[in-house]
DNA sequence: TTTATAGTTTTATAATTATCAAACAATAGA
DNA sequence: TCTATTGTTTGATAATTATAAAACTATAAA
């Protein structure tokens, strides 16, 4: 692997850090977490008490990192956690949130 | 463990994580994670390429979070990195830095 | 077609954070 | 004592981030 990988590597897991810091997002990924599927917007709205749009704003911002996925039906958006790509860069973080 | 217990060691969490989200911080662990030993200020300072008082500021902070300890002797302080601690709360995370 | 629902984006604002220059404190050695 | 070294603190500034109201988009259902 040469050094540029290795820099990306270190910016991605700089990135997770730094969305695990906030304690709005660090709730949506525990959540996400062990309930061990994909939630509706709203439904992580109903455990996670944030304003719709500061959820969204949160969201975006794990979606853009790789965090999450979104997939739209219907109206709904439903967020599922990249569980495979985070332990793959971080092995055993998830279990220790 | 009782809650409040929980949410203190969250917090303490996420401090981590925010610790490490920061390129410098991140810099600092891991050199004083590789190195296996207490590093002088300025020892660190000729590895990491960042203004002494930007060093001084990160070091104050990671010192704050519980990340680092610090011996001081003579003019030089010594920073070393309480792996024990971290390893408590997040197992293995430093391995995966 | 109208209305309600689900979620995003825009806009504004407040708060936090990172950076560095300059002044400062403390100690070792000449 | 004087000076160089080691590091901290202060102050100013720029950049980033979090929050929420309001306007907006898109779809489902009445």
Known sequence: MDIKQLDKKTELKQRIFFALSDPGRYKIVCMLYSVGHEMGCNELNQHVEIDKSTMSYHLRTLREIGITSTRTQGRQKYVSL???????????LLSHL
């Open 82 to 92: 990249n569980k495979d790509w985070i332990e793959t860069l971080i092995p055993g």
